[in-house]
Nanobody, 127 residues
Framework: QLQLVESGGGLVQPGGSLKLSCVVR????????IGWFRQVPGKEREEISC????????NVAENLKGRFTTSGDKTTNTVYLEMTNLTPEDTATYFC????????????????????WGQGTQVTVSS
């Protein structure tokens, strides 16, 4: 059974950093992709990053490049989202999700390709 479990969220001061983890159970990162997304109540879900470790593909949304990076560890089936220089506008619930398509040459940021989602982890940026 496919399961995605996010962790690492919490309260951080503006300018601080945080590293989120997404442990994937039930499929292998070698063959599939993982995306990170965030959502604030009342607002549309926002695409953050994606990774397909099997083809060494990563991507980060343009407005977050330079502050957010994503990486993966195939041996532990874990994907990370590292966030730096956080601002209150980064406050949201952060989700990882699975793109279970196979044979894809690069990862895809578009949420419509992700059909299995974790429960989310809350990130609050406040002084």
């Amino acid at each position: 059974q496919l399961q995605l479990v996010e962790s690492g969220g919490g309260l951080v001061q503006p300018g601080g950093s945080l590293k989120l983890s997404c442990v994937v159970r039930g499929f292998f990162l070698e063959y599939h992709g993982i995306g990170w997304f965030r959502q604030v109540p009342g607002k549309e879900r926002e695409e953050i990053s994606c990774i397909r470790p099997g083809v060494s593909s990563t991507n980060v949304a343009e407005n977050l490049k330079g502050r957010f990076t994503t990486s993966g560890d195939k041996t532990t089936n874990t994907v990370y989202l590292e966030m730096t220089n956080l601002t209150p506008e980064d406050t949201a619930t952060y989700f990882c999700a699975a793109d279970r398509r196979v044979g894809i040459a690069s990862c895809d940021l578009r949420a419509r390709y992700y059909d299995y989602w974790g429960q989310g982890t809350q990130v609050t940026v406040s002084s």
